[in-house]
Each structure stands twice: as structure tokens, then as C-alpha cells.
């Protein structure tokens, strides 16, 4: 029995559909203990848990031969917050401590390039043996990282775990909305009149779910992965937006950066009384202006793994939103 956590999530729900097309045997956790709408086609066992609740993660682990633990809270937000220090992190830790408990064959874990430590002068980001929150910048990019250093511990007390670092995530099946499905989508509808300037490394769905799988069967024990995909700056990205679909408009206004990060501050902190949920936040900025020079060699030379390229990627996502009436 496989187990699968955040099966609704875009990396999840791709994953679910790939294993039940190889025929495996999957088990799903849920808070409701209900199968996820966008999974309701699929054969797959469910059960009733959440990450914070150490009994409910033991039983679901219990049942499983290996665990891929995808579940968390996915956030742009500069500032800090228990609900994601305790999803992340402590989430992290009941799963890494029932998989011990109950000596599963082998634990994936999906973590975040945000994890790593940005390289300096645009030399290459790659896997790195020790995480250190202190040395990050952004709520989730903290969380992550002491999640993954909980793996990484757990796996000199005997844990058959490997680590999974994919970049920005884009792709068909995106049922709840990641943010970039959620730009082509803005972008699509012709909602986006402004935008910033930056660039960053972006990943198809189908091929992180390819990448985790291959971990699963070939990474090495205790070693960690990058998923990454293409570099792309924002202006590529609307070419390629823009050529595939000419009726949409392109966004004529760039916003220079200290004013958005200036206007970005006033945004999150209006958000954060109203209890809603900022188009753009200073993280979301910062990062378009990081280093996203992300290499995935020692997944390619180690998992084969072989991305698509990000065209395709976007072309897909397009066509998956008109099928589904998202645009």
C-alpha cells in the first residue's frame, strides 16, 4: 500500500492519477476522510487524518508500505504563522516519526527549492547537506527548510528517506489554483494590466510527479533532489503567452521594483486585518528577483530525470483550462 499526503494539491492529485495508472494500491489521508472531488474517478482507499494530529497520522502510516508526504501549506506571505509552522514542520515531524514507528520501505518527501540557500552572483543552486532557517527569508521558505532538515535527521536513526526540491510548479490538473496557474489564468482573462519584472524557474507538474517516483525506485537514502525546470523571466513568459493565444493582452505597465516592494508591505498588512489573501506580497517579489539559477543535474544523472520544456508545459495548461471552463 502506497500512502499519498495532500492528494488534492496540484503535485498530489498528478501523482494519485499516476500510480493508479500502474496499478498500485493507494491510500489517501483527508481531513474529511472523504476522496478528493478532482480524484472521485479513481480507485484509490481513504482515510480520515490531519498532519497536526499524531494519532490519526500514525494510523494512516500504519497501513502503508511507503509514503510519499506531500502535504502542507503553500505560502506567498512574508510574515510568520502557527498554522504553517505547525502543518509544515511539526506535520512533517508525525509523519517522519510514524514511518520510524512503523519501518515503512521508504518515505518521498517534497520540500521546496525555497529550502536551499540562495547562491550568491548568479552561480548555481544546488543540494545542500544541512538546512538552516536563519539563513532564509519567508515564512514557507523557513517552515520547509526545518522540515527537511527533521527528514534528513531521521535518517541517521534508520529512516529510508529521500528528498525532493522542485522549483515553481506549473501544469495541467490544477484543480485548487497554484500561483502560476493562477497568473496564466489572470493572464488569460486579461487581468493582469500591470507587472513586475523579474524571472524565475518553473517546472511542469507531470514531470516533478515523474521525478518523485523515480526517487521512490532509484534516489539514494538520505540524498535530496532538485526538480527544477526552466529559467524564464516574466517577459518570456508572456511572449510565449502571448503567442499562443494573440487575443489575450499583454500587460504595458511595469511597476519599478522599491515601489512595489513599498506598495507590497501596505498590501500584506491590509490583508492580514481583513483576513484575505494579497495578489502580491514581498516574498512573491523578492523571489522574482532572486537567483534562480537551479540546477537539476544530480536528478538527471542519477533518476534520469528529464523535464519537458516549459512551452509545452504552458500550451498544456492553457488547453486544461479551457476544458475546464477556468478561462
Not at 492529485?13 to 478532482?38: D, F, H, Q
Not at 511595469?254 to 502580491?280: D, N, Q
Request: net charge neutral; hydrophobic share 40%; aromatic share 8%.
Amino acid at each position: 500500500m502506497i500512502l499519498v499526503t495532500g492528494s488534492s494539491g496540484h503535485i498530489g492529485n498528478v501523482l494519485v492519477r499516476a500510480l493508479y495508472k500502474e496499478g498500485a494500491s493507494i491510500l489517501v489521508m483527508t481531513k474529511t476522510g472523504e476522496i478528493p472531488s478532482c480524484l472521485q474517478h479513481v480507485d484509490i482507499a481513504v482515510c480520515k487524518g490531519d498532519l497536526r494530529d499524531k494519532a490519526s497520522v500514525d494510523a494512516a502510516v500504519a497501513q502503508a508500505n511507503q509514503v510519499y508526504h506531500l502535504a502542507g501549506m503553500i505560502s506567498i506571505s512574508s510574515f510568520a504563522s502557527k498554522t504553517l509552522e505547525d502543518i509544515n514542520v511539526e506535520g512533517t515531524r508525525n509523519i517522519v516519526e510514524a514511518c520510524l514507528k512503523h519501518n515503512v520501505e521508504r518515505l518521498v518527501y517534497t520540500s521546496s527549492v525555497h529550502a536551499l540557500r540562495e547562491a550568491e552572483n548568479g552561480a548555481w543552486i544546488r543540494e545542500q547537506e544541512r538546512f538552516d532557517s536563519d539563513d532564509l527569508f519567508g515564512a514557507y521558505a523557513k517552515t520547509k527548510a526545518k522540515a527537511t532538515q527533521i527528514v534528513l535527521d531521521a535518517t541517521q536513526l534508520g529512516l529510508n528517506a529521500v528528498i525532493c526540491f522542485p522549483s515553481g510548479v506549473m501544469g495541467p490538473f490544477d484543480y485548487r489554483g497554484s500561483e502560476a496557474g493562477r497568473l496564466i489564468k489572470d493572464y488569460a482573462q486579461n487581468k493582469l494590466p500591470v507587472y513586475i519584472d523579474g524571472a524565475y524557474n518553473f517546472v511542469d507538474v507531470r514531470d516533478v510527479v515523474d521525478g518523485l517516483q523515480k526517487a521512490m525506485h532509484h534516489g539514494r537514502q538520505g540524498e535530496g533532489y532538485i526538480l527544477a525546470g526552466e529559467k524564464m523571466t516574466m517577459s518570456n513568459f508572456f511572449d510565449i503567452l502571448s503567442d499562443l493565444k494573440p487575443d489575450m493582452r499583454r500587460p504595458t505597465i511595469k511597476i519599478p521594483i522599491p515601489i512595489a516592494i513599498g506598495s507590497a508591505w501596505i498590501v500584506e498588512i491590509l490583508c492580514r486585518l481583513i483576513r484575505l489573501k494579497p495578489m502580491f506580497t514581498v516574498y512573491a517579489i523578492k523571489v522574482l528577483q532572486s537567483n534562480c539559477n537551479i540546477s537539476s543535474d544530480k536528478a538527471v544523472q542519477e533518476l534520469a530525470y528529464n523535464p519537458r520544456s516549459i512551452r509545452d508545459c504552458i500550451q498544456d495548461t492553457l488547453y486544461w483550462l479551457q476544458e475546464n471552463k477556468e478561462i
